[in-house]
């Protein structure tokens, strides 16, 4: 604590009031002097004590308490910062600043970590904040630790006034001879239609290698973790890609360059895209044969569904067979077998057959294309009634090598109401249907059949024969029931059923809807945490081990744990960088894919240190810049006055400013002129300059 007196004026009359009385006291003091007026003197002496009366002076006495020099250090801790050797770099360089800064016994560090924020690095914007809130005058300078790929340096000159006077250096994390590459997606649609193709342009950096050496790379791409291809790539241009979309949701799209020798890092060797696809109808061929009464159920059922397409043919007779009516009375149309199942079969999503039977009109090899159409990605659903066991039954054809059921003979007529199986309970077509405490209805009708060694029974009916049956055939799906009475649970008979909620989860079943397939891996974010679940229907282990790839293709290993009793497993991880991390099941080949960041980072798509953009700022403000990887322990830090003006730096060494600042803890005020005293000295004045001017008259009698 320290004592100081200072004179302070603290005028009884505003200044301007004195100003004025004091010309017109001295004009007539000057007219005085010119006509040698008795007393001119001590007159004069009374006004200015008048003056100096008015004017209060007095002695202030303020205890200081000196303030010690505030320093910022603000860390960069972005992603680019966890590349290669920075987090040492890192580390080091604050470990050498704190202890600099703790043996200078009159500065105060206060220290400032930056994180990413909207995946870029805002340095400058949370530096200027901190800085608003420390004292003005005790300010004494700003320390950056970066590797300078700063998204939101401002250009010079500064226009903030408080930055200007202090001075910002900058320490570099990084090395001038870093190397790096970096994959750009510049054009990529977000949306497209199931079945369309895209194209996506690509563009590849390289930072820090000379002209020639890295004239065309290797680019590998990837289309949901499937090798697509290998492509050469020049340096700096752009390259058009093309991509069909095989499926309705996220298609993940990758495109990689091999690390090259010397790369600071392989984090932003790979881009990615993620494109959803849509369907824009499903086309629904639907085949009806003998007229029953769930034939309109069905054709409601896919009517009422907007984004449905429906072409429906109702076979009444076969064309062999005779019909005495005149040809100009028919209004019935020959059913064009050609077209749709040898040119347009392709051009369906899904072929319903309900009660079909032979009529002779769908041909051997007809029925052989229906089975090469699902073997390639289609989907069949077939509804069935009692035909299915006759000699008529599409089992006999060439589709019966993809058919879930082979049929016994016969059908039970009797009254059931259909149940889930075990499997059936966990599977994501038939759990949760409805509410356990809701009866169904029941059936009458149930065909015999045993299933093949592939197929999963979801439901069965009377005897507990198979009622809803699915099966895989290579790339397409099957769905059977085993009855054509579903129709019921639409009338109410009974209570009903979830009709309309089965048939839409199977029909989304057949078109490999993600959210119904039996093993899921799914991937939900949260910043930096990863959350991984996996499903799978049963006989799940306690724990199972999946591999992880980092944006940088590093494998690491991930253990899911069991959630539930059956179907759940999860296992969380965090990260620490942006990009795209991938996750593959060994067991059912399932893929999933989690994003960290935006698609497009800033963050990492430039990663070399770099003085490029806050050198011209931090010369500005007389600031000097240390690349620590070269300078290590050998720069110095002062604190001190004296520097040349804008010029805190040297050499090997980077200084703050000595603001000697101070705040003021007490205040005393003493007036030098006692009011009371100052008239009677003003009267004694005043007293002897009638004395003057009496004596002087006397002596002219």
Do not use: C
């Not at 007779?317 to 009375?329: F, G, I, K, V, Y």
């Not at 659903?381 to 054809?397: I, W």
């Not at 059923?497 to 991937?523: A, D, F, I, Y």
Request: a negative charge.
């Amino acid at each position: 604590m320290q004592q100081y007196m200072t004179l302070n004026f603290v005028p009884l009359l505003p200044w301007q009031a004195l100003a004025v009385l004091g010309m017109l006291a001295f004009v007539l003091f000057v007219l005085a002097l010119l006509r040698r007026a008795r007393g001119t003197w001590w007159r004069g002496l009374a006004l200015a004590l008048v003056f100096l009366v008015l004017s209060n002076p007095s002695v202030m006495q303020e205890q200081r308490e000196a303030i010690k020099d505030t320093v910022l250090i603000v860390t960069d801790n972005t992603p680019s910062e966890k590349v290669g050797q920075r987090p040492a770099l890192v580390a080091g360089a604050m470990d050498n600043i704190r202890k600099q800064l703790e043996a200078l016994p009159d500065v105060e560090p206060v220290y400032l970590t930056v994180e990413a924020q909207e995946d870029e690095t805002r340095l400058w914007s949370a530096m200027r904040e901190a800085v608003l809130e420390q004292e003005e005058n005790a300010l004494a300078g700003v320390i950056l630790v970066t590797d300078g790929q700063v998204h939101d340096a401002p250009a010079a000159p500064l226009e903030d006034e408080r930055l200007k006077n202090i001075p910002i250096h900058t320490v570099y994390t990084g090395g001038k001879d870093e190397k790096d590459i970096s994959v750009i997606v510049t054009q990529a649609p977000r949306y497209a239609l199931t079945g369309d193709t895209v194209t996506v342009t690509v563009r590849i950096d390289a930072q820090g290698y000379p002209k020639g050496q890295t004239e065309k790379l290797r680019l590998d791409v990837m289309q949901d973790g499937d090798p697509v291809g290998v492509f050469p790539v020049v340096i700096g241009e752009e390259r058009k890609l093309s991509f069909k979309m095989e499926h309705a949701g996220d298609t993940v799209l990758s495109f990689t360059v091999p690390r090259l020798e010397g790369e600071l890092t392989a984090a932003n060797n790979t881009a990615f895209s993620i494109i959803r696809a849509v369907r824009d109808r499903l086309r629904v061929l639907l085949v009806s044969g003998k007229p029953h009464a769930g034939e309109r159920t069905w054709r409601n059922l896919l009517n009422s569904d907007p984004a449905v397409d429906l072409v429906h043919f109702t076979i009444l007779r076969s064309p062999q067979a005779l019909d005495p009516t005149p040809s100009h009375e028919l209004s019935l149309i020959a059913f064009p077998t050609h077209e749709l199942f040898q040119r347009k079969i392709k051009n369906f999503d899904l072929i319903v057959f309900d009660r079909y039977h032979l009529q002779g009109i769908l041909q051997g090899f007809y029925m052989r294309n229906i089975r090469e159409y699902v073997k390639n990605g289609g989907a069949l659903l077939m509804a069935s009634g009692d035909e299915y066991g006759g000699e008529s039954s599409l089992y006999q054809t060439g589709v019966r090598d993809i058919l879930p059921a082979r049929p016994l003979g016969g059908t039970i007529e009797n009254g059931f109401i259909p149940e889930k199986t075990e499997l059936g309970d966990v599977h994501p077509v038939t759990e949760r249907l409805t509410d356990k405490q809701q009866a169904w209805g029941r059936w009458f009708r149930q065909v015999k059949a045993e299933v093949a060694p592939t197929s999963r029974v979801l439901m069965t009916g009377a005897e507990k024969y198979p009622l809803l049956v699915l099966d895989k055939a290579e790339k397409g799906r099957v769905a059977w029931l085993a009855s054509d009475h579903t129709w019921l649970w639409a009338r109410g008979l009974e209570h009903g059923g979830p009709q309309k909620e089965l048939l839409r989860r199977l029909v989304h079943w057949l078109m490999k809807e993600p959210e119904l397939e039996e093993n899921r891996l799914v991937v939900s974010v949260n910043g930096f945490d990863l959350t991984v679940r996996r499903r799978a229907l049963l006989d799940v282990d306690e724990n199972i081990d999946i591999a992880m790839f980092t944006p940088e293709q590093e494998q690491k290993t991930l253990t899911l744990r069991r959630e539930d009793m059956r179907r759940w497993q999860r296992g969380d991880v965090s990260v620490d960088q942006y990009g795209l991390y991938r996750f593959e099941d060994p067991t059912s080949g399932q893929k999933a894919f989690a994003v960290v960041g935006r698609i497009d980072v800033p963050e990492m798509q430039q990663v070399i240190a770099t003085n490029e953009k806050l050198a011209p700022l931090t010369a500005e403000t007389g600031g000097g810049e240390v690349w620590y990887r070269e300078a290590g322990q050998g720069f110095e830090l002062r604190h001190g006055a004296g520097f040349a003006k804008l010029k805190y730096y040297g050499d090997d060494w980077i200084a703050v400013k000595k603001n000697e600042a101070y705040r003021v803890t007490g205040l005393k005020s003493f007036p030098l002129l006692p009011p009371l005293g100052a008239m009677l000295v003003i009267a004694l004045v005043m007293m002897m300059a009638w004395y003057r001017e009496g004596r002087s008259g006397r002596r002219q009698s």
